[in-house]
């Protein structure tokens, strides 16, 4: 074995000596076997024809030995290689385009995967022994995919419980944005993290500097203010000085001990990644809103839980224990949710737990994320599909050109299966340059893809890196494809007959015609598909974003603070912000600016509910439950939403004087019908609405606005807009209209800083650039997607429709020509070649269009908002191939009517 | 062709060849000749098997071959059994006799 696998070694890196050695021992022996033959009286020719005879063809015993060598079959495969590469080289144009649409079908599906590896199937990095950790998730019984936190109560019930897993951390899922100061700095924004003392413990994650939480820090509520540091947050924000621990840094004012630094690469479990974290007993510092009920209250659920299976558990054992702490939860510590008010939802839920493989996509979530994933994917997997059958038209094409040259090798003596092989090399070698320009693309496409994502406002965790996954993937991918698309030309070329194939003037067999049709057939039905996903989307994309909200989102700045952030109270609040509008006003350059508590946004704010005399609200409520917008003066002329009847609010709407309130006109119609609501009264309840009767205070209506059209197919909601100095909330959105292009953004954020150094900015953005919600970024993208696949689907059919039309006319050659000299009309002829192109564009179009009322409907029943295409696209889409395929016809047509007699004879 | 006949067939020329060379080194025609003298003019290796065979054996460390000047003063690679060789001629005959012996006894069974 040994030996043979020595001369394996030396066969491959020794071919010349190997060759050289085998040639001298056959020419040795004919030349012995010549002398012999002279010796026996022949003539040296005949001597030298006897020798060869015996020999039985030198180059024909080589052959054999090479069989036998070690290594053969490589060596074969080599030879393979290097005549196909050869041949490639030498159609450089055909290498080309089928290399590049090539790349563009395998970098379009890498892409994707890359994302969807990132997304789903990566594992946290930084921790130890990721294979072990579960998340631990609840879901409503009833309901869709979401998340469902947990309340810090139930956690620690969990943590008590659970017996399969060794140790149960928890963390909030929402990062709440904090101002953080050192010494004598001004305040920025961060990210704390907020999680259990035992989260880096049960995670394995040790600090590179210092310590990570632990035993030693207190649960009890405002007792450990310590903090441990992101490695990213440290490298960036003290220059990864270890000096850093021990100092105090301030967190919304509340002083904080640096105690270490977690270990590199480690970001969080999830998608968003905290810059520092903080121990949940001082949860309260950093949601002061709510404060330490957090801590007991079991209706406030924000933690996510996690945990390590202990050595031994199955995590389908730790699921179905989690599950039954569940149900024991939900029957000790039964919880009311009557924060929402009567009649407008559920008061209790029943959950479902588990527990699920740890994911940066928390489980509720993966659904929505997979489905979008699988769309896209679809939509590039399509592009591959066309690319694939695009190549095999054309290599089926040149199978026909290179019939006589199989033909020559298989009367030589090569098998089916030789040629089969060579042929499949060709193919393979072609998809593997596609395959590694695919990677190259798949490279860049996806940090695009990336930058095309909405702008987080929060510091986010997406690593998609081309893993070895990614890798895999790509590499077979472009196998699977060079097989599809390499077989069937391979055993149609090598099936050539040799004695008509050696023949001139062979007609071509039809079936091999059938295939190339019905690739074009098919390349043409999938391109058709793309155009109109592409179309519905992008149509989807528009009716979104171009819908008439009724306000101008142009020019306005916006800029967010959170008061209690700075301890500010109601009472000193409005002072503040009063003093702040002026100023952001005085901003050379600002043509309006207002307060509000938010931008204007889909979601509905419930502050209180609402009755008004004379009017009974929907069956089954006690109140109308309108959606407030707290508001300061000049909100309407800043974002130029019209007011209908009345007037704005005024300096002097301010507290202690009479409250006074602004409504839609869709509230102005439903509360006041016939007459005007200027001047009449509404009682606003606040409080706990669930007593009989709540306080109430009476609101003069001073004005009507316009209504907002928030989302598309709402209908309008009832608007209550009261004054900002009559209603103190502690996040306020600052919303500043400039005259000119140029942004205020510094100089509002300037403006802050100066004001209060303890008070953060948290958003800065212009209201045009901020994403209209997760549906309008997902349609965004995938039209993106399917809008340049879609043309490049489109051109891979054209060039299909051309390279089918060109061929056709070149095998018709002498054909045209007999009939133009025999007396038909021009017109006849492109007649005759147009409807064979034709027929095959109608064919591919009528299947394309069938798809995509399929596809449509499919879409349409997803939830991304989109709705079933209509007769108009289908009629666009019909319109655009027609015309392409002319196009694409065009050229070959015009050489089919320039074909003379000579060039018919010619052909002969 | 089935796997068995071929093997034996392969087998066969194989345990031929070590026999030739048992006597001493011979270059390829050498052996072919040598196996046609042996076996009384019924086995006629062509070249097309022969070299084939003869490389396949050296692969496996049972021949080792040295270019040396022939008797009409040609250089020409001669053959020789290594110690391997001389041990598998030795394993092959004694299968040899044993298949032998069974067939016999098959047929006249």
Known sequence: ?908 | MSQARASLLQGTLDLLILKALSAGELHGLGVSRRIEQITGGTFVVQPGSLFPALHRLEESGWLTSIWEASENNRRAKYYTLTKAGKRQLGEATEQWNRVAVAMTKALEA
């Not at chain 1, 060759?19 to 056959?26: A, F, G, K, T």
């Not at chain 1, 928890?170 to 944005?177: D, F, H, K, N």
């Not at chain 1, 904080?256 to 903080?278: C, I, N």
């Not at chain 1, 690739?519 to 979104?544: E, G, K, N, P, Y």
């Open chain 1, 1 to 908: 074995m040994f030996a043979r696998a020595r001369s394996f070694v030396r066969n491959l890196l020794r071919r010349d000596r190997v060759e050289r050695d085998l040639d001298d021992e056959l020419r040795a022996a004919l030349d012995l076997l010549i002398d012999e033959e002279l010796r026996k009286g022949q003539s040296p020719t005949e001597a030298r024809r006897l020798a060869l005879q015996h020999l039985g063809g030198v180059e024909s015993v080589k052959e054999q030995v090479r069989d036998v060598r070690a290594g053969a079959f490589f060596d074969t495969v080599l030879g393979d290689i290097r005549y196909a590469a050869r041949l490639l080289v030498r159609n450089p144009i055909f290498t080309l385009t089928a290399a590049v649409s090539l790349a563009i079908g395998i970098g379009a599906t890498t892409t994707i995967f890359t994302i969807a590896n990132g997304l789903l199937l990566r594992s946290a990095v930084g921790v130890s022994d990721p294979g072990r950790l579960v998340d631990i998730t609840r879901s409503k019984e009833r309901g869709g995919p979401g998340i469902d936190p947990v309340s810090y109560p139930d956690y620690l019930e969990v943590r008590t419980r659970a017996t399969m897993l060794d140790g149960v951390y928890g963390y909030q899922l929402e990062l709440q944005p904090a101002s953080l100061r050192l010494e004598n700095n001004g305040a920025e924004r961060v990210y704390p993290g907020v999680v259990t003392t035992n989260y880096f413990e049960v995670l394995g994650v040790p600090a590179v500097v210092g310590r990570t939480f632990g035993v030693g820090d207190s649960q009890e509520a405002g007792s450990s203010p310590v903090v441990v540091l992101s490695h990213r947050f440290w490298a960036r924000r003290f220059n990864s000085d270890s000096g850093v621990v021990g100092r105090t840094l301030y967190l919304n004012g509340y002083p904080f001990s640096v105690v270490g630094v977690a270990r590199e690469g480690f970001l969080g479990m999830t998608v968003v990644a905290p810059d520092l974290w903080v121990p949940a007993s001082m949860v309260a510092a950093l949601n002061p809103e709510f404060g330490e009920r957090l801590l007991v209250a079991r209706a406030a659920d924000w933690m996510m839980l996690g945990g390590r299976l202990k050595p031994g558990a199955s995590r389908a054992q730790a699921s179905a224990e989690i599950a039954a702490i569940g149900v024991a939860l939900a029957r000790e510590f039964p919880v009311k949710y009557d924060f929402l008010p009567p009649g407008v939802g559920p008061t209790d839920f029943s959950f479902v737990w588990s527990a699920e493989p740890s994911s940066p996509i928390p489980s509720g979530l993966r659904v929505i994320v997979a489905g979008f994933l699988t769309l896209l994917m679809s939509i590039v997997a399509v592009v591959l599909v066309i690319a694939c059958a695009n190549l095999a038209g054309v290599l089926l094409a040149r199978g026909v050109v290179r019939r006589r040259e199989v033909a020559v090798r298989t009367a030589i003596g090569a098998g089916r299966g030789r040629v089969v092989r060579q042929l499949l090399t060709e193919t393979t070698l072609l998809f593997a340059l596609g395959g590694i320009a695919g990677l190259l693309l798949a490279r860049v496409l996806t940090s695009l893809l990336v930058s095309l994502l909405p702008a987080f406002p929060l510091p986010v965790n997406v690593s998609v890196p081309l893993d070895w996954r990614v890798v895999a993937f790509s590499l077979a991918i472009s196998l699977v494809a060079a097989l599809l698309c390499g077989v069937a030309p391979a055993l149609h070329a090598s099936k050539a007959d040799v004695v008509s194939s050696l023949k001139d003037d062979a007609p071509v067999p039809t079936d091999r015609l059938r295939l190339r049709n019905s690739f074009v057939v098919a390349q043409v039905a999938f391109s058709v598909l793309l155009v109109i996903t592409a179309a519905i989307l992008v149509r989807d994309v528009d009716r979104v974003t171009s819908v008439d909200r009724g306000f101008d989102s142009r020019q306005v700045d916006v800029a967010s603070v959170n008061l209690s952030m700075a301890g500010y109270t109601a009472a000193t609040g409005s002072t503040f912000t009063r003093q702040l509008i002026e100023r952001v006003r005085a901003i050379p350059g600002v043509e309006a600016a207002t307060l509000s508590d938010r931008q204007p946004d889909p979601g509905s704010m419930m502050m209180g509910g609402l009755t008004v005399p004379g009017v009974s609200p929907p069956p089954g409520q006690q109140y109308f439950y309108p959606n407030w917008n707290v508001v300061d003066s000049q909100y309407f002329a800043t974002l130029r939403i019209p007011l209908l009847n009345g007037h704005d609010f005024t300096d002097a709407d301010r507290a202690g004087a009479q409250p006074v309130a602004i409504i839609g006109e869709s509230a102005a119609k439903r509360f006041f019908p016939g007459k005007s609501a200027v001047g009449q009264v509404v009682n606003v309840h606040t409080g706990s609405l669930n007593v009989p009767s709540a306080p109430s205070t009476a609101l003069v209506i001073v004005g009507v606005a316009r209504d907002l059209q928030v989302a598309p197919n709402l209908a309008p909601r009832l608007n209550l807009y009261v004054p900002m100095q009559q209603k103190y909330v502690p996040g306020v959105t600052i919303l500043a209209r400039t005259s000119g292009p140029a942004s205020a953004a510094d100089d509002i954020r300037a403006v802050v800083t100066s004001m209060n150094p303890n008070l953060p900015v948290l958003i800065a953005q212009t209201l045009d650039s901020l994403g209209r919600g997760p549906v309008e970024a997902q349609l965004r993208v995938a039209a993106t997607v399917a809008g340049s696949v879609g043309l490049i689907g489109l051109l891979l059919a054209a060039i299909g429709i051309y390279g089918v039309t060109a061929y056709t006319v070149a095998r018709r050659t002498r054909e045209i020509g007999i009939r133009l000299s025999l007396g038909a009309g021009r017109r006849a002829v492109v007649g005759m070649i147009l409807r064979q192109g034709m027929t095959l564009v109608g064919t591919g179009l009528a299947l394309g269009l069938v798809l995509s009322v399929g596809v449509g409907r499919v879409l349409a029943a997803q939830r991304f908002g989109i709705t079933a295409p209509g007769a108009a696209t289908f009629a666009a889409a019909t319109l655009l191939f027609i015309v392409v395929a002319l196009i694409a016809c065009y050229a070959p047509l015009r050489r089919a009517t320039r074909i003379g007699a000579m060039d018919a004879l010619r052909c002969e």
